[in-house]
């Protein structure tokens, strides 16, 4: 049974990885073919530094995918403490509204978010499709996968917590700070990456609200009309590299934390 079991992580890990490492091999292939060895070399990654469209897609995309990150990440926690003060038939009313934007197939929140921006736009002459719609939708999606994912930890946690701190001289505000906010901040930090992830690897609801503003996933559908460039290549070759370091770093830090917490 071990050998089988070996063998079948095996080939999940395969199956997972494999695309990964070929495209970062062939980020360095000296052919463009994507079938071809034609040798080492770091011409692509050159290239993409001055490809002005790539990279100001890629700044785009970067720039969106932080702020909307960052405002789901903040909504989202503040709206986890709010649905844990209700209680019966409306926090479950709540959270099924809440799960919408993941269950929904996205063509249909992408349709109607631009009929909506495009219904406030005729009447006031405010919110033209561009970057700001883009972070509007952004937000909207990612927000889902925060609360889902700070909600469990704040249930874990001894709900006497913030009281006690209280009765240590610590203010609402200061107690919330010093006593809750740092037993959230893993589920928060997660939260935050799947919605970093999600904003960046969004192609459908961005082609939607988007108007003239070009993301990385769009730039990449429109070459995808010729032929994909190498340089694709070795920007997601940096982009894996990013998160993988991202991860990195964030699960050392919760390794030792949870060292000092044992010790």
């Known amino acids: 049974m071990k050998i089988i ?16 490492f070929v495209l970062i091999a062939f980020s360095f ?8 060895w034609g040798g080492a070399t770091f011409k692509w990654y050159l290239r ?3 490809n002005k469209e790539i990279l100001t897609s890629f700044s785009n995309t970067l720039i969106l995918a932080i702020a909307a990150s960052i405002f789901a990440t903040i909504l989202g926690t503040i709206s986890v403490i709010g649905i ?13 509204v809440t799960n919408i934007p993941m269950i929904n197939p996205e063509i249909v929140t992408g349709v109607s978010l631009m009929i909506l921006f495009v219904m406030i736009y005729n009447v006031t002459g405010i919110l033209e499709p561009g970057l700001t719609t ?6 909207t ?10 909600m469990p930890k ?17 203010g609402p505000v200061k107690a919330f700070f010093k006593a809750v906010l740092p037993e959230l901040i893993p589920a928060i930090v997660t939260g935050g990456m799947i919605a970093f992830t999600m904003s960046i690897d969004d192609f459908v609801i961005s082609y939607f609200t988007s108007g003239t503003t070009k993301t990385l996933p769009l730039t990449i559908y429109s070459m995808t009309r010729k032929r994909i460039s190498p340089e694709i ?25 949870d060292n000092l917490k044992e010790n």
């Open 5 to 20: 079991s070996r063998i079948y992580m095996t080939l999940v890990f395969i199956f997972l990885y494999a695309p990964i």
């Open 29 to 36: 292939n000296e052919s463009r073919s994507r079938a071809v």
């Open 48 to 50: 993409l530094f001055e």
């Open 84 to 96: 844990s003060k209700t209680n019966g038939i409306v926090k479950k009313i709540i959270m099924s």
């Open 134 to 139: 883009l972070f509007i939708a952004h937000t």
């Open 141 to 150: 999606f990612c927000l889902p996968y925060v609360i889902l994912s700070v």
């Open 154 to 170: 704040f249930r874990q946690l001894d709900p006497n917590l913030y009281e006690a701190a209280q009765d240590l001289g610590c």
């Open 233 to 257: 290549n070795a920007l997601s070759t940096i982009l894996f590299g990013i998160i993988f370091i991202l991860l990195a770093v964030i699960n050392i830090r919760q390794i030792k934390s």
